[in-house]
Nanobody, 116 residues
């Protein structure tokens, strides 16, 4: 098990940027996959970005070219750099860590609001 704590959310204007962080309570180097999902009010949770232990990344079409996921194994931290934010990016963002044979661990979420 690992505890994950997100930070960096907040209120930002359209076209602005934010960087989310997800700090883990122990080493993340052995997790097969880590990533971010989001859930807007009244909508299903959406997988936004993933990164494998080898550094391969995948993104939802809705954020491709605007969001960048990265992991710093030395700092036990996962990041999500979000640029050109749109009102439809407003949601609670959750980070996860996946280990084969064990399953998923999720953070508590951080609110991102894109509005004037």
């Amino acid at each position: 098990q690992v505890q994950l704590v997100e930070s960096g959310g907040g209120l930002v204007q359209p076209a602005g940027s934010l960087r989310l962080s997800c700090a883990a309570s122990r080493s993340i180097s052995n997790f097969n996959s880590m990533g971010w999902s989001r859930q807007a009010p009244g909508k299903q949770r959406e997988l936004v970005a993933t990164i494998t232990s080898g550094g391969s990344t995948n993104y939802a079409d809705s954020v491709k070219g605007r969001f960048t996921v990265s992991r710093d194994n030395a700092k036990n931290t996962l990041y999500l750099e979000m640029n050109s934010l749109k009102p439809e990016d407003t949601a609670v963002y959750y980070c996860y860590a996946y280990l084969a044979g064990v399953g998923f661990n999720w953070g508590q979420g951080t609110q991102v609001t894109v509005s004037t």
